[in-house]
């Protein structure tokens, strides 16, 4: 069987390998497991049926992940963010305006984050098994606590790629195939070509630590949602705060492989069949979209300004713009609007949004002056060029609370920034003036991790 060519995307300084199987009208991105091979994943005729089967009917993007497969070795921990630009990075160069994406597990993270921040890029979601975090609280107990994470990031620092460890991964991830020899070499081959120990380590640490809950809701998309047995419990939580999503539950357990399953697979093709057809032409995009918010203000702005008189003022205010505005440039933010000495600014990043205050601090102490910084992730209404919503307010709420010099975010900015270097410091929970609930927030410490 002649392999579809490898095409390589320039992700920033990355290159994503990728593949495109099929000429169907409508464009797809199967995302698949966490380790990426391209070349491996060819030789498994279970997996290589279902991606033909896909293919029949749409365009078919496969791709290994950052850090994976035949895509480039990275030494940061690729996060979500990476991962969502390298996303956009494939369908670019392959031309593909809009997509559905295909995907489980944890992908479904990448998948919704994705789907809120650049809904006019995603048609439609096809998640199996989704988790939406993996830590547990009061309203999601399914995940590993603390001393279950410790022992598993110790087994797979010590021992991934060996033969034990993936056999015993076998026996939890597709039990159904554990005995089967050549499913067995196959399985091994492909973790070890997947990912090295180092890149294993990474990614599950990233794993535990992200959590996309709070983006949920901002989601707009056609989604179904597969769920096996065993796993219902948190695919219903997921499917639960996906607007309009279809939840489905498979005949049995497969592990982490859905289409291992001939039953499993016949229903998964079939309900991807069923939304393609739902999603017939493109919808209109959504007026609403998950951004991050940059709040900034300089402090003690009116003591300063009565100090320096008025002209003195007004050339401090242009270089201090002249700072924040080639910030915003390099960081790919949007200025949404500048009153007097504060900037409102929108990224499609929280790293990015994080990396640019803390630029835009040090950058004006080089003036003389101070700034403060406050962040947050949310839903906000796009209007002819104009972003509002109770995120904008959650952002100038947090600045108001940060100190001089201090860049100060929610919890959700945290959690969507799992696995980057930046390091972060309870400063307890507040009360956020005309928003209701305690809201947790934290410092952005100096020189990260």
């Known amino acids: 069987m002649e392999l579809p060519d490898v095409r390589y995307a320039r992700s920033g300084d990355v290159s994503i390998a990728y593949q495109v199987v099929g000429e169907g009208p409508l464009d797809l991105v199967f995302v698949r497991g966490f380790a990426g091979d391209l070349l491996s994943a060819w030789e498994q005729p279970r997996l290589v049926r279902f991606v033909r089967d896909l293919a029949s009917f749409t365009r078919v ?31 670019d160069d392959a031309g593909s305006e809009r997509a559905l994406l295909w995907t489980a597990q ?25 988790t939406a975090k993996s830590r547990p609280d009061d309203g999601y107990p399914w995940a590993l606590d603390d001393a279950a994470w410790r022992r598993f990031l110790s087994e797979v620092r010590d021992r991934w790629g060996t033969t034990s460890y993936l ?5 939890e991830w597709a039990p159904t195939l554990r005995t089967d020899q050549d499913f067995r070499g196959w399985f091994v081959s492909h973790m070890r070509r997947g990912l090295s120990p180092g890149a294993a380590l990474a990614f599950f640490r990233m794993t535990r630590d992200s959590d996309v809950a709070d983006v949920l809701p901002s989601v707009r998309v056609p989604a179904v949602v597969l769920a096996s047995p065993e796993n219902l419990d948190p695919a219903e939580y997921f499917a639960s705060r996906l607007p309009g999503a279809r939840l489905v539950e498979l005949p049995r357990d497969v592990g982490i492989y859905h289409w291992v399953d001939d039953d499993a697979a ?7 069949r069923a939304l393609v057809a739902a999603i017939g032409t493109p919808r209109a995009v959504p007026e609403s979209v998950l951004v991050t918010v940059l709040m900034t203000d300089i402090v003690g702005s009116t003591e300063r300004a009565a100090a320096l008189r008025d002209a003195a003022w007004r050339d401090l205010l242009a270089r201090h713009h002249g700072v924040v505005r080639r910030e915003l440039t390099r960081f790919r933010g949007e200025e949404r609007d500048t009153a007097g000495d504060g900037f409102f600014a929108t990224f499609d990043g929280p790293a990015r949004a994080i990396q640019c205050a803390r630029a835009v601090v ?18 906000c209404e796009l209007h002819e060029g104009k972003v509002t919503g109770v995120a904008v307010s959650i952002g100038a709420r947090v600045a108001s609370l940060a100190a001089p010099g201090e860049v100060l975010v929610t919890r959700t900015v945290k959690d969507l920034v799992a696995g980057s270097e930046l390091a972060f410091e309870p400063r307890g929970e507040h009360e956020l003036r005309g928003v209701p609930g305690s809201w947790p927030i934290y410092a952005v410490l100096e020189g990260g991790a």
């Not at 994976?68 to 990476?82: C, I, Y």
């Not at 056999?167 to 026996?171: F, K, N, S, T």
């Not at 016949?266 to 991807?272: K, Q």
Request: glycine share 10%; net charge negative.
């Open 167 to 171: 056999d015993e991964r076998l026996a």
């Open 106 to 130: 944890e992908g479904a993270r990448l998948a919704a984050l994705f789907a809120a921040t650049a809904p006019e890029r995603v048609s439609g979601l096809v998640l199996f098994d989704p």
């Open 266 to 272: 016949e229903l998964a093709m079939r309900e991807t």
């Open 61 to 91: 993007f496969l791709l290994d992940k950052r850090g994976t497969g035949l895509s480039d070795r990275v030494r940061d921990v690729p996060t979500l963010e990476a991962r969502m630009d390298d996303l956009r990075a494939v369908m």
């Open 362 to 379: 040090e950058g004006v102490r080089e003036l003389g002056l101070e700034v403060r910084a406050g962040l947050h992730t949310g839903e």
